[in-house]
């Protein structure tokens, strides 16, 4: 998880063994929420894609509880913005320092990934399987490392 700014996180990687972290999607929820779900999960390293600023993420964050990416949004009618650019605006000004990104819907094109790694993104999670094994990490175009989700829960209960 060479992406990770937190020299601490994970602790005594072993690269030769799979490797697991939870990932979540802020997508606005409240931040009642966001504090059930890191109860639920504080014995685990979590990575959240970060759509609007929350207190409670923002503290775990401060605190290294948690790792943060961008999760902007390019979809019609955003309140990221309506154009790649203020996507990154918005994402730049309310999440600075992140190199990670995961966009709504896995949406994005060659235009708005060069504008990500222009902005400092290196690693995105942009490709969803169907539980595909030996998933690897791939250098898109962009020069942006992939990482492939195992599960997405949107993903698999729109399955049947």
Known sequence: MYYCRNPNFPPRMNLKKPIFILTSDQDWAPSWA??????ATKDLPVHVFRTNPCPILDEAH???????????NLLAGSTHGDRPEDVIAYMQENFPGCNTAR?????TNTHFDRLLYKAGITVDSQIATLWQDRI???LDISKIIRLPVYFEDDVFFNLY
Request: charged share 20%; net charge positive.
């Open 136 to 138: 690897k990490p791939l």
């Open 103 to 107: 966009s709504h819907a896995f949406n």
């Open 62 to 72: 401060a605190n290294r509880r948690i790792t943060q990416g961008w999760h902007p």
């Open 34 to 39: 966001m504090e059930s779900f890191l109860e």
